[in-house]
């Protein structure tokens, strides 16, 4: 059962029906409940007994007070609907109090009702007034009061009929609970139009190759004898039924190459008389093409895959879930028409239309809105979304909401993708098998209601399908069998797609990305940069090498560093160039906008990773690998002989780079340890690097940067298949090699931030901050105080900084101790996000306001890839206003109000990525229990 207080689920607390039935039938009809659990047991049966007897000696028997008790819940449920508490009822208890504190009759509780309801002058009283004017005694469990668990809607019935009782037995007149009903509001008169029947190509299945989509509720033998009776008038054969959806059936048939046209018109002349339903759609076979043509979209992406695939099975073999992720193969014909885009919301009456997050959290669905009785900091509260409302959308979703109060009366999603791909599990209901969640129990998980299938499948297969919009709601259409046992594999992708990782490029991005791979030039676009205004140089002569994690193939930076001869600095970064391929106005650049950035899984052997870019561009043409020519932007950084950093004479400009070299983190891990089959051919390259990023880490600890270090874990598959989770063994010196190139990210993208600002402020055009504000000081005493409660108090007179260096740096504090202080500091830091103004800086990295942006990542990171186009334009001799216009001319078209806006959407986008790492950990910490 759940607590009628909070509506939320009580374990340990159940409810039976008993009946007791004698030779005369039912003697005993009740719900019994049950209980271990102390705090929901209570001496109300007593107390119950004990109000009887008081009013047996005001003169009210028994006997009169139990009829008056039925007679109430009678007309709580015939009358108002709204009997339990879920309904927006008082409950049965409820009900029973009602009575029996109102002298243990129906009129005495009717004319409380009343008096509840209705001022002295007959004006009528909100729900809250009535609570204020009636207290419903509940002696033994929250609410205090039982008109507390009533709803507006339930309350504003029960004063109607109140009202009507009162009048009536004042006129004595008779009555019944016919009289006691509110009306429904008259519907709004429709002028008749004639609406054409659509006709759509229907896809043939087990030898069914036309299909009839009816408005119907017939069920059971209503249904078969509909099915019967359509099979007979059209003479198509037998028709075979199916429920998809509430309130729509399906009726499939064999045409056996019966004419379609004679076909459509029997159906429609079939239901153009009230004959069980309304016709909704006709689907036949499509017209047969002039000539088969070979579908060749993904063609040139398997290529490619195969070419620059390094580790793990080959692309082919991986599956098709891989190859639609990848965009090496488009869906099949007819499955990705777009949703058509749901009409701006119109405020209902006494309501209003708002913008803001959708989330799916803590088993529910939900968005937050303005709480206009809340006073303090947080004014907003969570406000449950209705399933019907709900569905498809995935969680950190900007949406618009038409709300009424607490009611939410409709909703619609802002420019992210509909969750069209999905993994479920076919379960049966009632005589149909639908496609339903995967994981079972937590409604927020369930991005659908249970869904029809367009094919036959069997009860506990999982399948991965395609979810398309039909007249009656949703169907799924099987894209991949994926047996009947959950796997660690299997749930990474539910929750990676489930999130709002894209499952397939759409056919359109496919074609601009291939086109893309069998045009590009890279020489003939540096020497047109040349030619114009802008700067651009040749540096395929310098040895530039790329250092990456194992399997990875979106390369997106290289560096070459060199030692001059007064012992100062040069470090070149080159970082891949994205907007020469992707430009705003292309299927490409729209479909990077909305995803937001690439979701990376743990599935290395299946889908390791849903891309923002489709991988012709992300792992080929931009992608810095060895042996290749590349467009890049260059940072030349320029460093003191002490590792200062000399930002004014460093320099950003495009360039043509050849990376000589491809290597891990593991390679140089193992060329510092002394290995001699470490297979890096550049080690001076690294031993430089190595010397003055340890010079920067000293300058960065200086400067007070947040330095953190957790215990890792990571989930890993077994040559058995079994996975599981370990720990990572620290290893000084791979963490080194990974703090090398983090370094050199941090100083280039310091670098390009001022040039981005002052291109983007000469331009009047924003560009993308990465804020990381600092926290206020009330936050830092919590801190304080928490800190000091596990030991290790953090001083008033002391940086976070400096108690962070000075908590790893003292022996005698246990490990675990200084684990959970560091992760109390790091819960206790605000988020970074991106903005349009950076007034804020940069608390982690220790930077002030207009210090740091992100334009380092373009192939994984919108934000970048956004940066690097309005920087590039000036780099080149063009407009970065002209570019920042034709962005947001996209992103109005995919219905963002404005910049700000389209940044909301962004940090969900993030947001939803950190969220499906940490549900999978949480699956594998179940998994590895099972």
């Given at each position: 059962?759940?607590?009628?207080?909070?509506?939320?689920?009580?374990?340990?607390?159940?409810?039976?029906?008993?009946?007791?039935?004698?030779?005369?039938?039912?003697?005993?009809?009740?719900?019994?409940?049950?209980?271990?659990?102390?705090?929901?047991?209570?001496?109300?049966?007593?107390?119950?007994?004990?109000?009887?007897?008081?009013?047996?000696?005001?003169?009210?028997?028994?006997?009169?007070?139990?009829?008056?008790?039925?007679?109430?819940?009678?007309?709580?449920?015939?009358?108002?609907?709204?009997?339990?508490?879920?309904?927006?009822?008082?409950?049965?208890?409820?009900?029973?109090?009602?009575?029996?504190?109102?002298?243990?009759?129906?009129?005495?509780?009717?004319?409380?009702?009343?008096?509840?309801?209705?001022?002295?002058?007959?004006?009528?009283?909100?729900?809250?007034?009535?609570?204020?004017?009636?207290?419903?005694?509940?002696?033994?469990?929250?609410?205090?009061?039982?008109?507390?668990?009533?709803?507006?809607?339930?309350?504003?019935?029960?004063?109607?009929?109140?009202?009507?009782?009162?009048?009536?037995?004042?006129?004595?007149?008779?009555?019944?609970?016919?009289?006691?009903?509110?009306?429904?509001?008259?519907?709004?008169?429709?002028?008749?139009?004639?609406?054409?029947?659509?006709?759509?190509?229907?896809?043939?299945?087990?030898?069914?190759?036309?299909?009839?989509?009816?408005?119907?509720?017939?069920?059971?033998?209503?249904?078969?004898?509909?099915?019967?009776?359509?099979?007979?008038?059209?003479?198509?054969?037998?028709?075979?039924?199916?429920?998809?959806?509430?309130?729509?059936?399906?009726?499939?048939?064999?045409?056996?190459?019966?004419?379609?046209?004679?076909?459509?018109?029997?159906?429609?002349?079939?239901?153009?008389?009230?004959?069980?339903?309304?016709?909704?759609?006709?689907?036949?076979?499509?017209?047969?093409?002039?000539?088969?043509?070979?579908?060749?979209?993904?063609?040139?992406?398997?290529?490619?895959?195969?070419?620059?695939?390094?580790?793990?099975?080959?692309?082919?073999?991986?599956?098709?879930?891989?190859?639609?992720?990848?965009?090496?193969?488009?869906?099949?014909?007819?499955?990705?028409?777009?949703?058509?885009?749901?009409?701006?919301?119109?405020?209902?009456?006494?309501?209003?239309?708002?913008?803001?997050?959708?989330?799916?959290?803590?088993?529910?669905?939900?968005?937050?809105?303005?709480?206009?009785?809340?006073?303090?900091?947080?004014?907003?509260?969570?406000?449950?979304?209705?399933?019907?409302?709900?569905?498809?959308?995935?969680?950190?979703?900007?949406?618009?909401?038409?709300?009424?109060?607490?009611?939410?009366?409709?909703?619609?999603?802002?420019?992210?993708?509909?969750?069209?791909?999905?993994?479920g599990r076919v379960v049966k209901v009632g005589n149909s098998l639908l496609l339903g969640p995967l994981f079972t129990g937590d409604s927020?998980?369930?991005?659908?209601?249970?869904?029809?299938?367009?094919?036959?499948?069997?009860?506990?297969?999982?399948?991965?399908?395609?979810?398309?919009?039909?007249?009656?709601?949703?169907?799924?259409?099987?894209?991949?069998?994926?047996?009947?046992?959950?796997?660690?594999?299997?749930?990474?992708?539910?929750?990676?797609?489930?999130?709002?990782?894209?499952?397939?490029?759409?056919?359109?991005?496919?074609?601009?990305?291939?086109?893309?791979?069998?045009?590009?030039?890279?020489?003939?676009?540096?020497?047109?940069?040349?030619?114009?205004?802008?700067?651009?140089?040749?540096?395929?002569?310098?040895?530039?090498?790329?250092?990456?994690?194992?399997?990875?193939?979106?390369?997106?930076?290289?560096?070459?560093?060199?030692?001059?001869?007064?012992?100062?600095?040069?470090?070149?970064?080159?970082?891949?160039?994205?907007?020469?391929?992707?430009?705003?106005?292309?299927?490409?650049?729209?479909?990077?906008?909305?995803?937001?950035?690439?979701?990376?899984?743990?599935?290395?052997?299946?889908?390791?990773?849903?891309?923002?870019?489709?991988?012709?561009?992300?792992?080929?043409?931009?992608?810095?690998?060895?042996?290749?020519?590349?467009?890049?932007?260059?940072?030349?950084?320029?460093?003191?002989?002490?590792?200062?950093?000399?930002?004014?004479?460093?320099?950003?400009?495009?360039?043509?780079?050849?990376?000589?070299?491809?290597?891990?983190?593991?390679?140089?891990?193992?060329?510092?340890?002394?290995?001699?089959?470490?297979?890096?051919?550049?080690?001076?390259?690294?031993?430089?690097?190595?010397?003055?990023?340890?010079?920067?880490?000293?300058?960065?600890?200086?400067?007070?940067?947040?330095?953190?270090?957790?215990?890792?874990?990571?989930?890993?598959?077994?040559?058995?298949?079994?996975?599981?989770?370990?720990?990572?063994?620290?290893?000084?010196?791979?963490?080194?090699?990974?703090?090398?190139?983090?370094?050199?990210?941090?100083?280039?993208?310091?670098?390009?931030?001022?040039?981005?600002?002052?291109?983007?402020?000469?331009?009047?055009?924003?560009?993308?901050?990465?804020?990381?504000?600092?926290?206020?000081?009330?936050?830092?005493?919590?801190?304080?105080?928490?800190?000091?409660?596990?030991?290790?108090?953090?001083?008033?007179?002391?940086?976070?900084?400096?108690?962070?260096?000075?908590?790893?740096?003292?022996?005698?504090?246990?490990?675990?101790?200084?684990?959970?202080?560091?992760?109390?500091?790091?819960?206790?830091?605000?988020?970074?996000?991106?903005?349009?103004?950076?007034?804020?800086?940069?608390?982690?990295?220790?930077?002030?306001?207009?210090?740091?942006?992100?334009?380092?990542?373009?192939?994984?990171?919108?934000?970048?890839?956004?940066?690097?186009?309005?920087?590039?334009?000036?780099?080149?001799?063009?407009?970065?206003?002209?570019?920042?216009?034709?962005?947001?001319?996209?992103?109005?078209?995919?219905?963002?109000?404005?910049?700000?806006?389209?940044?909301?959407?962004?940090?969900?986008?993030?947001?939803?990525?950190?969220?499906?790492?940490?549900?999978?950990?949480?699956?594998?910490?179940?998994?590895?229990?099972?």
């Amino acid at each position: 059962l759940s607590d009628p207080a909070d509506r939320k689920r009580v374990d340990g607390v159940f409810m039976l029906p008993v009946q007791v039935i004698g030779p005369s039938g039912v003697l005993v009809d009740s719900d019994v409940t049950f209980t271990g659990r102390p705090e929901y047991a209570n001496a109300y049966p007593e107390h119950f007994d004990a109000q009887l007897a008081a009013l047996a000696r005001e003169g009210v028997p028994a006997e009169r007070v139990l009829a008056d008790v039925r007679l109430a819940k009678r007309f709580f449920k015939d009358v108002l609907g709204s009997y339990k508490a879920w309904q927006g009822g008082p409950s049965g208890v409820g009900v029973e109090q009602m009575v029996l504190q109102s002298g243990g009759t129906f009129d005495g509780m009717m004319a409380k009702v009343y008096a509840a309801a209705y001022r002295p002058d007959g004006v009528a009283r909100g729900l809250k007034q009535a609570r204020r004017a009636w207290t419903v005694e509940n002696r033994f469990m929250a609410p205090a009061n039982f008109l507390d668990l009533f709803g507006d809607k339930a309350w504003a019935k029960t004063a109607y009929a109140a009202k009507a009782y009162r009048e009536a037995r004042a006129a004595g007149a008779a009555l019944t609970f016919d009289d006691l009903r509110a009306p429904a509001p008259a519907p709004t008169p429709a002028v008749p139009v004639k609406k054409e029947t659509p006709v759509t190509a229907f896809v043939a299945s087990d030898g069914y190759d036309a299909r009839i989509t009816v408005a119907s509720y017939v069920t059971g033998a209503a249904l078969d004898k509909l099915t019967k009776r359509l099979s007979r008038r059209l003479r198509f054969g037998r028709a075979r039924p199916a429920r998809a959806g509430k309130g729509v059936v399906t009726f499939d048939f064999r045409l056996d190459g019966a004419d379609p046209k004679a076909f459509v018109a029997a159906a429609k002349a079939f239901f153009e008389k009230p004959n069980g339903g309304h016709l909704l759609e006709v689907a036949v076979p499509a017209a047969p093409a002039a000539a088969p043509v070979a579908d060749t979209a993904g063609a040139r992406t398997l290529d490619m895959l195969t070419r620059f695939t390094q580790h793990g099975p080959a692309p082919a073999a991986r599956g098709d879930a891989y190859l639609y992720a990848q965009g090496a193969k488009a869906l099949p014909a007819g499955l990705e028409a777009p949703r058509p885009a749901a009409a701006p919301l119109t405020a209902p009456q006494n309501g209003s239309v708002v913008r803001t997050k959708f989330f799916r959290r803590g088993g529910r669905a939900y968005v937050m809105l303005d709480d206009p009785e809340a006073e303090g900091p947080n004014t907003q509260r969570p406000v449950k979304v209705p399933a019907k409302f709900a569905q498809g959308i995935v969680t950190d979703t900007l949406v618009e909401v038409a709300a009424s109060g607490k009611f939410i009366t409709a909703l619609r999603p802002i420019g992210s993708y509909a969750a069209d791909v999905v993994i479920g599990r076919v379960v049966k209901v009632g005589n149909s098998l639908l496609l339903g969640p995967l994981f079972t129990g937590d409604s927020a998980k369930a991005l659908y209601e249970p869904l029809a299938l367009s094919e036959t499948a069997k009860e506990g297969d999982i399948l991965q399908a395609f979810v398309r919009k039909t007249p009656g709601g949703y169907e799924a259409v099987p894209l991949i069998a994926l047996g009947t046992q959950l796997t660690p594999e299997i749930a990474a992708r539910e929750i990676a797609l489930r999130h709002g990782a894209r499952g397939y490029f759409e056919r359109a991005v496919i074609e601009q990305a291939e086109e893309v791979g069998r045009t590009q030039d890279p020489e003939a676009d540096f020497k047109r940069m040349k030619e114009s205004k802008g700067r651009a140089e040749d540096l395929r002569a310098l040895p530039f090498v790329t250092i990456d994690p194992v399997g990875a193939g979106d390369l997106d930076d290289a560096y070459y560093v060199s030692k001059e001869a007064d012992g100062s600095w040069t470090w070149y970064l080159a970082t891949a160039d994205v907007a020469q391929y992707v430009r705003p106005g292309t299927p490409a650049f729209r479909a990077a906008a909305r995803i937001g950035n690439t979701f990376y899984s743990v599935d290395k052997d299946g889908v390791p990773e849903y891309p923002m870019n489709h991988p012709v561009v992300s792992k080929s043409v931009s992608s810095l690998l060895a042996g290749k020519d590349s467009l890049a932007m260059v940072t030349k950084m320029r460093f003191s002989p002490e590792g200062k950093f000399l930002l004014e004479d460093s320099e950003v400009y495009l360039g043509l780079v050849r990376v000589q070299g491809r290597y891990t983190y593991d390679q140089v891990a193992a060329l510092w340890r002394g290995a001699k089959d470490h297979g890096i051919a550049h080690p001076e390259q690294v031993s430089l690097a190595r010397e003055l990023a340890a010079k920067l880490g000293k300058a960065d600890d200086a400067r007070g940067k947040l330095a953190l270090s957790f215990t890792e874990t990571r989930h890993v598959k077994g040559p058995d298949g079994r996975w599981r989770t370990e720990i990572v063994e620290d290893d000084p010196l791979e963490h080194e090699s990974h703090r090398l190139i983090e370094e050199l990210k941090v100083y280039g993208n310091r670098a390009i931030a001022t040039r981005l600002e002052a291109v983007a402020d000469a331009a009047k055009a924003p560009h993308i901050s990465r804020v990381h504000p600092h926290q206020e000081e009330k936050v830092d005493e919590r801190l304080r105080k928490q800190l000091s409660s596990i030991g290790v108090p953090w001083r008033d007179d002391e940086t976070l900084w400096n108690y962070l260096a000075r908590l790893k740096s003292a022996g005698s504090v246990r490990p675990e101790v200084r684990e959970t202080a560091q992760l109390l500091a790091l819960m206790s830091r605000a988020s970074a996000l991106y903005a349009a103004d950076d007034a804020e800086g940069h608390e982690g990295l220790a930077l002030d306001a207009k210090a740091y942006d992100h334009p380092s990542t373009p192939i994984r990171r919108f934000s970048d890839m956004y940066n690097r186009a309005l920087l590039e334009a000036h780099l080149e001799g063009g407009d970065a206003k002209a570019v920042h216009e034709a962005v947001l001319a996209d992103l109005k078209a995919l219905g963002f109000a404005d910049f700000e806006e389209y940044l909301a959407h962004l940090n969900g986008r993030e947001q939803a990525a950190r969220r499906m790492d940490r549900e999978f950990d949480g699956f594998m910490s179940v998994y590895e229990l099972a």
